[in-house]
């Protein structure tokens, strides 16, 4: 129904995103962002190192911003 974008994020093997405030935040923004019109997804994979992180909503360049922005946190936080 809305356009989406997926990025995927590598980290480590064994990885908990949920335990790190920064990416967190960032994904509380993005929902914020979207105004009850669209949603955030993150899951890591069941079959690589990376980190599922997935925007939907509208418009477009939101999103796009929205999923970079949660990528960096995860990125940030992975090397830490």
Known sequence: MYPQVLLNVSVPRGFRWE?????KTAQADAERSLNGKGRVLLRPSGTE???RVMVEGEPRDAIES???SIAAAVKSAARA
């Open 49 to 51: 190192p990376v980190l």
């Open 66 to 68: 929205a999923a970079k």
């Open 19 to 23: 335990k790190h405030e920064a990416i």
